[in-house]
């Protein structure tokens, strides 16, 4: 069988490559991929930034996929074949502090899926019973295939932030997590809009308009201006930055009220700033990781609800025959979330 790998340590380097047939063990399922989605830390490998150093090359990328079980291992009892799973992507170790206390997405040893070990960019993989979600009938398997990042997004307003009906959002960045955030906090009845910058004039920003939300080009539009028009002068409830940009944590502070919330969402590296302005208006710092089951199972509900326009959202004119060219996409900012048909491999 075939899969998509990360095979040279720089840019690039995502090749079709062979591999065996995996065999599940005792505790494993054999999952046949049907659908899976490109996600940020997939272009970072692509770019092969310095968090993706640690991979063993050549490894099958990509974690956010749904599919059908084709074979349980001996001491399997949770799923059968046919059922159709997602992962759960952060395999946690079970055994640490943060497994023991119900927070196995900061668990101390993790696994990701498409950086530790092979991926869902092939037909088939192995994958631990204990990490595999049921999708109900209800969600097609293209639409289950964006659960993993819906869930991280779930995390973080549902989980993780104060967004209540009425409260007005930001939502920094306009990439796959910041469209999702800002259709939770939507579904959560914020007033939501969203930010991004020039790059993301072409393709996401008008995105995010034909989701239904107000935009803000920061590249263009006096920002200071806007807040005041939209917010009365006050500043916005919580901004949850997406961005992935050191310049995120800086502007949300700019944009957030006093006694408002930041919820970090993208990694942003690192950054200088004053903080004792957020301590002098008491505004709540709080950061999101992955994604835990209950998140899971908030996404998939939101899905089948239609809250998540998976429609709208999905983009599937890319294939994995031809990977280079949704990369490239995808980092252009020409693109926001492909989805690809893993069965045509």
Do not use: W
Not at 114 to 137: C, R
């Amino acid at each position: 069988m075939r899969g998509l790998a990360k095979t040279e340590r720089t840019e690039g380097y995502v090749e079709l490559i062979e591999r065996e047939r995996p065999t599940p063990a005792s505790d494993e399922v054999l999952v046949e991929v049907e659908y899976a989605g490109m996600c940020g830390s997939d272009a970072g490998i692509y770019k092969f930034k310095a968090p993706f150093e640690r991979m063993n090359l050549p490894t099958v990328i990509g974690h956010e996929y749904s599919g059908r079980v084709a074979e349980v291992g001996a001491d399997v009892t949770a799923f059968s074949p046919g059922d159709r799973v997602v992962e759960r992507p952060i395999r946690p170790c079970g055994d640490c502090y943060q497994c023991q206390i119900g927070e196995e997405n900061v668990c101390q040893h993790t696994e990701l899926t498409g950086i530790d070990h092979d991926g869902a960019y092939e037909e088939l993989i192995a994958v631990p019973e204990h990490v595999l979600h049921p999708v109900p009938d209800g969600v097609s398997a293209k639409h289950a295939a964006i659960v993993e990042p819906t869930a991280i997004a779930t995390r973080a307003v549902i989980e993780n932030s104060r967004v209540s009906p009425g409260d007005r959002v930001l939502v920094e960045g306009p990439g796959p997590i910041g469209l999702l955030c800002a259709q939770v906090a939507d579904a959560q009845g914020g007033d939501v809009v969203i930010s991004g910058v020039g790059r993301d004039s072409k393709y996401r920003l008008p995105l995010a308009r034909e989701l239904g939300f107000e935009t803000l080009n920061v590249a263009e539009t006096d920002v200071a201006s806007h807040r005041d028009r939209l917010t009365d002068g006050i500043g916005y409830d919580v901004v949850l930055d997406t961005t992935g940009h050191p310049s995120g944590l800086t502007t949300a502070a700019d944009e957030t009220r006093k006694g408002g919330q930041i919820v970090l969402v993208g990694q942003t590296g690192e950054t200088t700033m004053p903080y004792s302005p957020l301590v002098r208006a008491e505004v709540d710092l709080q950061c999101s990781y992955g994604a835990t089951y209950e998140d899971f199972e908030r996404g998939l509900r939101l899905i089948q609800s239609g809250d998540i326009d998976c429609e709208t959202f999905i983009d599937d004119r890319f294939s994995l025959l031809d990977a280079d060219g949704a990369f490239e996409a995808f980092l252009a900012g020409e693109t926001c979330k492909p989805v690809f048909d893993v069965l045509e491999l």
